[in-house]
């Protein structure tokens, strides 16, 4: 059965730094990873989707990688602001089955 | 292409009520997916259906709910006789029958309330 963790918990950064959010997961047969972000009380917005064959995908000041044989996924967060501040949700896929982590609550300072 | 729909938003039952949740998948998808995601906590899936089809119910709690799609209109999680323990964020999601390669797309969520 697929673990999907997800470390740190929370984070408090000041505006401007970039950070690294990580997803390990326990099955390496994944079709693909998601990364999402929940604002509170909403629902949930796709940011990146990464093929089980890719390695990276960016878009604008994100960049999530893909480690497929060692678990590992991490969404970087460029010069960030405190727009960003959300929770982040990484999400694998295992044959029509996406198991969710518990979020990395993100907090950025101005 | 109006995106997953779900209804109510909001919801307050009072104990031993019965909660029906709705879901109207994206145009074109016929995979519905329903997780619940209780405070402070990350998504759990509980089932995956296809029109008149349970495909995945292995993260349904084995009492009082239940889940269906059928062939014509949206799908429901149904939760009879609920408990304070069953107030939470329910997230329906939609997808194309391959989701192999396609993100799947989530609604706004029902948050149940249960006093």
């Known amino acids: 059965k697929q673990e999907v963790t997800q470390i740190p918990a929370a984070l408090s950064v000041p505006e401007g730094e970039n950070l690294v959010l990580n997803c390990s997961f326990t099955d390496s047969a994944i079709y693909n990873l998601q990364w999402f972000r929940q604002d509170p009380g909403k629902g949930l917005t796709s940011l990146l989707l990464i093929q089980s064959s890719q390695r990276e995908q960016t878009s604008g000041r994100l960049n999530a990688s893909l480690d497929k044989s060692s678990g590992r996924s991490t969404l970087y967060i460029a010069a960030s602001q405190p727009g960003d501040s959300a929770t982040y949700l990484c999400?694998?896929?295992?044959?029509?089955?996406?198991?969710f982590g518990a979020g990395t609550r993100l907090t950025v300072k101005p | 292409n109006a995106g997953v729909m779900q209804n109510p938003r909001h919801l307050v039952r009072r104990r031993g009520q019965e909660a029906r949740l709705r879901c109207s998948p994206m145009?074109?998808?016929?995979?519905v997916y329903w997780y619940r995601q209780l405070p402070e906590e990350g998504l759990k899936f509980m089932v995956y259906?296809?029109?008149?089809?349970?495909?995945?119910e292995s993260g349904m709690p084995k009492e009082r709910f239940s889940a269906e799609f059928p062939k014509e209109g949206p799908s429901i999680l149904r939760i009879q006789q609920v408990v304070r323990g069953d107030s939470a964020a329910y997230f329906c999601?939609?997808?194309?029958?391959?989701?192999?390669?396609?993100?799947?797309?989530f609604g706004e969520g029902s948050w149940l309330t249960v006093v």
């Open positions: 145009k074109g998808h016929s995979h």
């Open positions: 999400a694998v896929n295992n044959n029509n089955d996406m198991r």
């Open positions: 259906l296809q029109k008149e089809n349970i495909i995945d």
């Open positions: 999601a939609s997808s194309p029958p391959r989701v192999t390669g396609n993100t799947i797309y």
